[in-house]
């Protein structure tokens, strides 16, 4: 029974150590990193796979979906829910449609140059439908593309269930949106759609300045070498003390790192 009750105390100990580790790296917003993974229109074997590799890490992981895909598909809300019960899943809304197209010469996405009313529709038919499919308001948007503009601004903050931003254009969100939406810098991978690249970005992290950002990955389009890569990253991710948060957390730790 003693031998029982050392075993349990150091079991304890070397808990509250991880913990405490955690939320030392958590704290420090400079080291805090959202793993963006665009482009979910369903369940198949890449978004296992993905899964697989992150949970091997210790990895959570935000997914963003696009929500016209999953109408009616109540086998992928099921999916959704059981991987957001886990506690290392969280989706957010990417698009309605995901569609882009060219008008007089110029390319318009669905939240670029695409106009007040269009937006304002997809994003309250995006949120809508996630809201049925999870059971719960998403507090977090990225556009198709990183699209935006004024308009996207307009329908963020229309929003009150909104609380987080992906864009690469951060001073123009900064500017734009109420101080209620967080703002989160976007990296893209290292060699186009589906492609990271390991040491690429850690080149880019080594050169960028200090502060929280959201990798942003396309699971869906992973061929084995790349998604070794994305295993890579991770690895370099939690070597350089670097933690990686759900949409959720990041807001709540801004919350509290906020001047009073």
């Known amino acids: 029974m003693k031998r029982f009750r050392n075993l349990s105390r150091s079991l304890t100990a070397v808990i509250i150590a991880v913990a405490a580790s955690w939320m030392s790296a958590a704290a420090d917003l400079s080291k805090v990193v959202i793993i963006k993974a665009d482009d979910f229109r369903g369940t198949t074997g890449a978004w296992t796979n993905f899964l697989d590799v992150s949970r ?8 963003g979906v696009i929500a016209d895909s999953i109408q009616n598909k109540t086998s992928d809300w099921a999916w959704m829910r059981a991987q957001e019960r886990q506690g290392d899943v969280e989706f957010w809304t990417h698009a309605w449609d995901h569609k882009q197209w060219t008008t007089n010469g110029q390319t318009v996405s669905e939240f670029q140059g695409s106009g007040l009313a269009h937006q304002r529709e997809h994003l309250a038919r995006s949120q809508a439908l996630l809201k049925t499919a999870l059971g719960r308001d998403v507090i977090a948007f990225g556009t198709a593309y990183n699209g935006f503009d004024a308009d996207t601004a307009t329908v963020i903050n229309e929003s009150p269930e909104l609380r987080l931003f992906f864009t690469h254009r951060l001073a123009a969100a900064k500017d734009l949106l109420t101080n209620r939406v967080e703002v989160l810098d976007v990296i893209s991978e290292g060699d186009g ?16 300045p200090p502060g929280p950002v959201s990798l942003q990955f396309h699971p869906p389009y992973f061929d084995p070498p790349h998604l070794e890569e994305y295993r890579k990253i991770l690895a370099n991710l939690k070597a350089q003390g670097y933690a990686m948060l759900l949409p959720s957390e990041y807001v709540a730790l801004c919350a509290t790192n906020r001047p009073q």
Do not use: F, M, W
């Open 56 to 63: 091997a890490a210790g990895v959570k992981v935000a997914i």
């Open 193 to 208: 759609t589906g492609k990271p690249n390991a040491e690429k970005l850690a080149a880019t992290l080594a050169k960028r």
